[in-house]
């Protein structure tokens, strides 16, 4: 044991001062799979914590939301559905929600208007999101003026602010009373935006949702495990973010593969010639050659996931957050909170390390199985 | 020193590195736990359904809330909320 572990040492340090002959274009491979791995990387850090997030979250979210559908549009529901849906056996309350999005010209961001269930500020008041005040350049006891929908102004006195740390959830809310909500927007009494159902027993969740669409056959049904589903598939694997970043990795990792695999510079082939020559058996050849794909293809990988979580966790995204923030001008910021799963690095690894420790074996098997004389002289 | 010492004492600080990033992580975790709680209080009462990450568009301020039709209703052959629309994918259902 000791004898094969003292062979390798042998091999890595022949492997080594082998790579920092080529000093310059191996450096130059560390760093671009340096950076394939730290954007693959940074990507599943920040949606595996927004997922979690979400999920842990989101778990206060209302155990099933009814909407009606009209033509194919969520429309809104009149107050006797939601008499209807509280004597749905198993239904322990319904409630009618009302709110909407407001378009302020003064900020070009769009706002989530919506009544709290019990408000707890005067006519007239507001509570706004943190968004909204940065927006707006808005404190407690300043006022927020919306456009209403009959052409004029509804002037609202900012009673307080949702704290910063709420952001992720309430950066563009506009909490308003009943009759302000309704003013602003022309609805009329008696009709909601939608209606919340708490349920008795939460096991019994989807089959009072079949009820309710049996019931009401225009009405769109969404418990709160859809609502986690929908989150687990935003940022899932199969989420466009990661799938855009994954496919430009994996684009890169093919040409790079593709190079190795194609063939070794003339440089390369003959070392293996004159390693075969002067005794190295074909083993030997590969056991370096695979040292060298991992030597390189490790560094790579701590050093990308290192850089990382520094850029996700420490570092508030610097790179990746233009990319996500899109079009709109009010935008939530927020610090992930790290959560790192262990199988995750795993895959990563799985998808970086072993991929271009293979690709360098393959043509130097083909290489060190050939005549010696040969490959010198080819 | 040997090379393959050099080397291996350098992965090994590597991975020191990545067991104290695990260790910060854990930290980070259970101090911002109050923070995540405080969140999670907010969606419960105000009975929120959705995070805000995009406020663009209906369709990706509440990803949970729309259906597949939510894209076009904006206007019809709408252009898309690029990069958010890319990012989000179409509901389920």
Redesign the interface.
């Known amino acids: 044991m000791r004898t094969f572990l003292e062979r390798q ?2 091999l ?2 022949y492997t ?2 082998s790579l ?1 002959r080529r000093k310059g274009k191996n450096l130059s491979l560390l760093a671009v799979y340096t950076l394939v791995v730290a954007a693959l990387a940074s990507v599943l850090f920040y949606t595996q914590a ?1 997922r979690r ?2 999920r ?7 155990e099933l ?1 009814v ?1 009606r ?1 009209a033509a ?3 429309d809104l529901l009149p107050d006797r559905w939601v008499g209807a849906l509280a004597g749905i056996r198993g239904v322990a309350d319904a409630r009618g ?1 009302l709110w909407g ?1 407001g378009w302020d010209p003064i900020s070009r ?2 706002y ?1 208007v ?1 009544v ?2 019990a408000f707890w500020g005067a006519r007239g008041e507001a509570v706004v ?1 943190h ?1 909204v005040a940065r927006a707006r350049g808005l404190a407690a006891g300043d006022r927020l003026l919306l456009r209403a929908a009959d052409g004029g102004y509804l002037s609202l006195a900012v009673r307080e602010i ?2 910063e ?9 506009v ?1 308003v009373g009943e009759e302000d909500f309704r003013g602003l927007f022309g609805i009329p009494p008696g009709l909601f935006t ?1 209606a ?1 159902l708490a349920v008795r027993n939460e096991r019994e969740v989807d089959t009072i949702a079949a009820k309710v669409t049996r019931l009401l056959p225009d009405a ?1 049904a ?1 418990g709160r495990s ?2 986690l ?3 687990d ?2 940022f899932g694997w ?4 990661v799938v ?1 970043v994954l496919l430009g990795a994996v684009l890169a990792f093919g040409i790079v593969a593709w190079d190795k695999a194609s063939g070794l510079s003339a440089e390369e082939r003959r070392e293996i010639g004159i390693l075969k020559a002067i005794g190295w058996e074909t083993s030997d050849v590969l056991a370096m050659k695979a040292w060298e794909g991992a ?1 390189i293809s ?2 790579a990988f ?2 990308g ?2 850089l990382a ?1 520094g850029h996700v ?1 420490l570092g508030d995204m610097a790179l990746l957050a233009p ?2 923030r ?3 001008t ?3 910021r927020f610090r992930p ?4 799963e262990a199988w995750e690095l795993a895959a990563l690894f799985l998808l970086t390390v072993v991929p271009y420790t293979a690709a360098t074996l393959v043509p130097s098997w083909r290489a060190a199985t050939a005549d010696p004389d040969a490959v010198m002289r080819s | 020193m ?3 010492t ?3 004492l ?2 090994a600080a ?2 020191a ?2 067991a104290a ?2 260790l ?2 854990r930290a ?2 259970a101090a ?1 736990a109050p ?2 709680a ?21 369709y ?6 729309a ?1 597949r ?1 939510a894209p076009f ?1 904006d206007h019809p052959g709408a252009l898309e ?9 179409a ?2 259902r």
């Open positions: 040492r042998y890595l340090d080594l001062s920092a927004l997030e979400a842990l979250v989101l778990r206060g979210a209302p939301v909407q559908l194919g549009r969520h929600r999005y961001a769009n989530t919506l709290p269930e999101g968004g949702v704290p740390e709420s952001e992720l959830v309430a950066a563009d809310l909490l939608d919340v769109r969404i859809e609502i589903r929908t989150y598939s935003v199969r989420s466009g973010l855009v030597a490790l560094a701590a050093l996931v290192l979580f966790f990319v996500l899109g079009w709109s009010l935008q939530a909170v790290p959560f790192v | 040997r090379a393959s050099r080397f291996l350098s992965l590597a991975v590195l990545l990033a695990a910060h992580a980070e975790r911002r923070e995540i405080a969140r999670a209080a907010l969606v419960r009462r105000l009975g929120l359904t959705d995070l805000c990450l995009f406020t663009e568009a209906r990706t301020r509440h990803p949970s809330q259906d039709f209703q909320h690029f990069p958010s629309g890319a990012l989000v994918p509901p389920e």
